[in-house]
Nanobody
């Protein structure tokens, strides 16, 4: 059974930082592309960042480029999202995604999501 468990969300003031984690089980983590997506109320789910299985290549949405960093630790089967200089428009539920797909494509597996709220 595949499980992706996100943690690290919370309430932060604008300009602050948070680090999200996603721990995976039930998949061969090192051969899966991993990604973070987010969904704000009334909006569609959108790509935030993705990373290749080996961690050598990443892709970011324009709205977070330069502020967010995706990374992974294959030994710990965990992917991270370091979020700096947070803005109120970053408020959303953040979802972890996994799959054997090209970078930027949506994988088969989803986590349950973690809420990030940025106050102004």
């Amino acid at each position: 059974q595949v499980q992706l468990v996100e943690s690290g969300g919370g309430l932060v003031q604008a300009g602050g930082s948070l680090r999200l984690s996603c721990a995976a089980s039930g998949i061969i983590f090192s051969i899966n592309s991993m990604g973070w997506y987010r969904q704000a109320p009334g909006e569609q789910r959108e790509l935030v960042a993705t990373i290749t299985p080996g961690g050598s290549t990443t892709k970011y949405s324009d709205s977070v480029k330069g502020r967010f960093t995706i990374s992974r630790d294959n030994a710990k089967k965990t992917v991270y999202l370091q979020m700096n200089s947070l803005k109120p428009e970053d408020t959303a539920v953040y979802y972890c995604n996994a799959g054997r797909v090209p970078l930027g494509d949506i994988g088969r597996y989803w986590g349950q999501g973690t809420q990030v709220t940025v106050s102004s």
